[in-house]
DNA sequence: TAAAAATTTTAGATTTGTCTAAAAATAAAT
DNA sequence: ATTTATTTTTAGACAAATCTAAAATTTTTA
């Protein structure tokens, strides 16, 4: 069974909701896809008799097992071309998403593996985030959001909550990147903000947005 | 301008057959592209208006510079992917096409430039045959056809006519890969197939059909 | 050069993924 | 517990790329 571009995309965004929300409503997927919910309808009907997804008019939906495995295989692709750009072709860690959301759909199951062996197996892939293995199995990371981070410790910036282009230009700005070592200085209750230090730099502040934005391990 | 995978499907197939032909005929293309007469006019018509090729009916096609421009790109891209799978990934020459397929339409400029430079800005393909360079220029290769050959000079495998499974499979089992050296030591005019020799083998006669399939360089 | 053959185009239909507008179902609020 | 608001689905339409069958054009051949 091969699916299109559109179909994989649906997919893999049911996968995403999913995992904060349990069962997906047709409109956070319109919302989600940029696209109505009438044709999120159209769609799920149709995936529905692919045996992908769970699904009962007006009930929300959820991926079968087949889905889950096909969402995972497409994540693995994607976190693997996103490693290939940022460690082998030089690009920047926040300039791959686009191209890895095209190359995430080329189907040659040989490819994948290939790659996968070329890159050397890598666990996680440039933006923090866990690159499941061909059997879909991924590495759990003991990443704890920055914004519940005891101060004074010092914390490694494992990955970011969202790709937004907004965010990574906010983090450019900041000099924040993966791999960026920080400790919590102070926490402010007013407004949640919390001040941070990088060492070699001025302690400064980051909004509750931001903050929650990041994740971090403790080293 | 961007265009669908379909539509640099089209422009690929008139930039190969116009090489021989010229103008290409609406059936010419058909076939080429698995496909009906029909759906070649109605394409035909949409790839005029976006000035890519010279219409008129009845008359046949060729690209424009623009369409020409475009035909190349995809080219250098299908064959600097195809260099990449075979010499980084460990792809047999003879099984990278239709991925190629695929990966010559991922459309990130970016991408392409960053992958030729970590290759090593290669001027020919696995199969032999050149990759345009990003303003489109092509090395050219002093290769002849093996039924051209002069008898008894030694001659290295640099390219073949085709990509059909058909040819591979018989190349494959005639052990004649890109990089081979032999010597055409007869010609017999009943036929046309000659007699070759690969070193440390015993001479073998091959169709030919076969031979016009294969270009040699002297060395 | 006129009839036959081949090629090419048009006309109308189909499939996929999308849309808008209206109807149906569910959830929220008075 | 009704009314109101929100969410979701249906109905009908559209654009892209394709098809078949029939008509138009060009080429071949007698």
Redesign the interface.
Known sequence: MSFTTTEENYIKAIFHLQQEDGTVSTNALAAELHTKAASVTDMLKKLKTKKLLNYEKYKGVRLTGEGKKLALAIVRKHRLWEFF?VN????GWD?VH??AE??EH???K??VE??D??LGYPKFDPHGDPIPDSHGKMAVQQQINLIDMPLNKMAEVSSVGSQSSELLDLLKHKNILIGTRLEVKKKFGFDHSIEIKIKGQQPFTISQQLAQALFVKLV
Do not use: A, P, R, T
Not at 88 to 91: G, V
């Open positions: 750009l082998n072709l030089q690009f300039e686009e191209v095209e190359l080329i189907s040659s040989k490819l290939k790659l062996q070329f």
